[in-house]
Nanobody, 118 residues
Framework: QVQLVESGGGLVQPGGSLRLSCAAS????????IGWFRQAPGKEREGVSY????????YYADSVKGRFTISRDNAKNTVYLQMNSLKPEDTAVYYC???????????WGQGTQVTVSS
């Protein structure tokens, strides 16, 4: 059974940090790229960050560049999203997804809520 489980979300003050994790099981994790997406209330889902299957290539949306860092540990079947200098506009449900490349995603997690507020 394929599973992607996000964790690490929560409530944080502006300027704070969170580290999201995406734990995968049920498929050949190190053959898949992983993307992080987010969706705020009333807004469309947007791509936040991406990492290829071996961690050699990464991508960041302009809105998070310099503040977020994506990484993966294929031995643990886990991808991380370190989020620093968080802003209220980062508030959203964050999802991870697995796919053969940055364009197509086969599997999605259930999401984890991130709220940035004082």
């Amino acid at each position: 059974q394929v599973q992607l489980v996000e964790s690490g979300g929560g409530l944080v003050q502006p300027g704070g940090s969170l580290r999201l994790s995406c734990a995968a099981s049920g498929f050949n994790f190190d053959a898949y790229a992983i993307g992080w997406f987010r969706q705020a209330p009333g807004k469309e889902r947007e791509g936040v960050s991406y990492i290829d299957n071996n961690g050699g290539s990464t991508y960041y949306a302009d809105s998070v560049k310099g503040r977020f860092t994506i990484s993966r540990d294929n031995a643990k079947n886990t991808v991380y999203l370190q989020m620093n200098s968080l802003k209220p506009e980062d508030t959203a449900v964050y999802y991870c997804a697995a796919g053969p490349n940055y364009l197509f995603y086969d599997y999605w997690g259930q999401g984890t809520q991130v709220t940035v507020s004082s």
